[in-house]
């Protein structure tokens, strides 16, 4: 389903609160641990609030993106074909990113 | 024809405002900020592929080059959320005169400055 551009405009809004209230989160969360530790780091993952904080915060932080992505292109790119591939990459690379991330994740949890 | 109109937000017409540059600024840095998101991606997949890629990928923020890196980053980072906040404000009808929105961004700048030093010593960039 097409976003309009008011819907879009809220859902950016959301995510982008989102994003802060976990980013503050993750940042003084992860003090507590040595993050250049890969045990620890593993430990602190396998937290179920710490995991989910995470990908609502990733997940937050690639809408984001793809929203704030989406209006440049809008405004910069006229041509209609070259505007259809560039949005096209863009929505292809940040899929593959997210499922990359979190597909890795959830499997370094579980195994 | 919708081709030949001006390009959003009209560079070559604006005379150059406190305001208006910051909401260019805010762009940049949003666009920008993209990079930190693959370096986010990319801590955790070498952190997915084990111990030996997780190490490898932490040595690399010793190297002065990726520090700086990391620097912009946060500065990125810091002034995005903290105009962020500026904008959401905005939205609610709050600070919108000309003179509490020239206040504002001045004390964005200075505050994303701050918060940036402040961050980078935390976590120990420099």
């Known amino acids: 389903m097409k976003l309009d551009y008011s819907k879009s405009w809220i859902l950016q809004k959301v995510t982008a609160i989102i994003f802060l209230l976990f980013l503050i989160y993750l940042f003084f969360s992860l003090q507590s641990i040595n993050i250049k530790n890969h045990d620890e780091l593993l430990i602190w993952f396998s937290n179920f609030f710490n995991f989910f904080s995470f990908t609502l915060l990733f997940s937050a932080v690639v809408i984001h993106s793809k929203l704030g992505l989406n209006s440049i292109i809008d405004d910069y790119i006229h041509d209609f074909k070259i505007k259809k591939r560039i949005l096209f990459l863009k929505n292809l690379s940040l899929i593959t990113i997210y499922i990359i991330v979190m597909g890795g994740l959830v499997k370094t949890i579980l195994l | ?126």
């Open chain 2, 1 to 126: 024809m919708k081709e030949k109109l001006p390009l959003s937000p009209h560079l070559q017409i604006y005379k150059p405002q406190i305001t208006s540059l910051l909401s260019i600024a805010h762009r940049i840095t949003g666009f920008g900020l993209n990079l930190a998101l693959i370096l986010l991606s990319l801590w955790i997949i070498s952190f997915a592929m084990g111990n030996v890629y997780y190490d490898y990928f932490i040595s690399l923020f010793n190297v002065f080059f990726v520090k700086i890196i990391v620097f912009f980053i946060v500065l990125g980072i810091s002034y995005h959320a903290l105009n962020g906040i500026r904008h959401i404000l905005w939205d609610f009808g709050l600070l919108i005169s000309n003179k509490a929105a020239s206040l504002s961004g001045l004390t964005i700048i200075i505050s994303s400055i701050v918060l940036t030093i402040f961050i980078s010593i935390y976590i120990g960039v420099f």
